[in-house]
């Protein structure tokens, strides 16, 4: 069984960083696709970030530039990494998987598996 676990979320304020994990058991973790999505409170959910088996990776527009994710295959771990963040990044940050073989990696295709999320907060 698949488990995605987030950690990492918090209150920040604008133009300062936080760093969210996911620890990924169950999970042929090297294999496929892993990315982070978002949902703020009224808009629908997008996605963040992915990160391919061989370390290619996407980002939404809104996030280039700000935000960098990476996995340490060691741990079984993805992470993303937020600078310079912005009351509009303020969501429910979720950890995603896409099944073994996954052909299409990035943030316009959805995922197979889905954490319980961790929440961003960031104020002006």
């Known amino acids: 069984q698949v488990q995605l676990v987030e950690s990492g979320g918090g209150s920040v304020q604008a133009g300062g960083s936080l760093r969210l994990s996911c620890a990924a058991s169950?999970?042929?973790?090297?294999?496929?696709?892993m990315g982070w999505f978002r949902q703020a409170p009224g808009k629908e959910r997008e996605g963040v970030a992915t990160?391919?088996?061989?370390?290619?990776?996407t980002y939404a527009d809104s996030v280039k530039g700000r935000f960098t994710i990476s996995k340490d295959s060691a741990k079984n771990t993805m992470y993303l990494q937020m600078n310079s963040l912005k009351p509009e990044d303020t969501a429910m940050y979720y950890c995603t998987a896409g099944r073994v073989g996954t052909e299409v990696c990035d943030v316009y295709h959805d995922m197979d598996f889905w954490g319980k999320g961790t929440l961003v907060t960031i104020s002006s």
């Open positions: 990160i391919d088996n061989i370390g290619g990776t």
């Open positions: 169950g999970y042929t973790y090297g294999s496929s696709c």
